[in-house]
């Protein structure tokens, strides 16, 4: 699994949005615990994965992972990611860094199941306040 998750982190690094969203099962998900109102809570299927993602280059760009910790679990199908990222915000050029924790459950070689715990508040905060959030992540 450690693998897997340092080949996702790559695919990222390399802006490589339609390899990483290839990475789902054709009926995985993407799940997001933490959306706030007016933002999707879910995305199923790899498709509609890789519709949500492929604008995400033009919003940050991605150019290293400063920390990550792969934690396994009790159950070989599922893996605990933290990680942060750091780049630029593309439409400003101001830098950012962001903190995600990612639990990823695969199954025969592709995500089933991506439950991103990442904070609204500080990608606000980092691209520039609610309204930007709003414009790049909003249903």
């Given amino acids: 699994m450690r693998d897997f998750v340092e080949h996702a982190l790559e695919l990222l690094l390399e802006h490589d949005m339609a390899g990483f969203a290839g990475l789902w099962a054709e009926d995985g998900v993407?799940?997001?615990p933490f959306a706030g109102p007016g933002y999707p809570k879910r995305v199923e299927g790899r498709d509609a994965i890789?519709?949500?993602?492929?604008?995400?280059p033009n919003l940050l760009d991605i150019r290293a992972v400063t920390a990550k910790t792969v934690h396994e679990t009790t159950d070989p199908a599922v893996v605990v990611a933290e990680f942060t990222v750091a780049g630029v915000v593309v439409a400003t050029q101001r830098?950012?860094?962001l903190s995600y924790i990612a639990v990823i459950t695969v199954?025969?070689?592709?995500?089933?199941?991506?439950?991103?715990y990442w904070s609204p508040l500080a990608a606000a905060e980092v691209l520039g306040g609610a309204g930007e959030l709003t414009a790049a992540f909003g249903g």
Avoid: A, K, S, V
């Fill in 30 to 32: 993407l799940e997001f």
């Fill in 50 to 56: 890789r519709d949500y993602l492929r604008d995400y």
């Fill in 95 to 97: 830098p950012y860094e």
């Fill in 107 to 116: 199954d025969n070689g592709e995500i089933r199941t991506y439950r991103d």
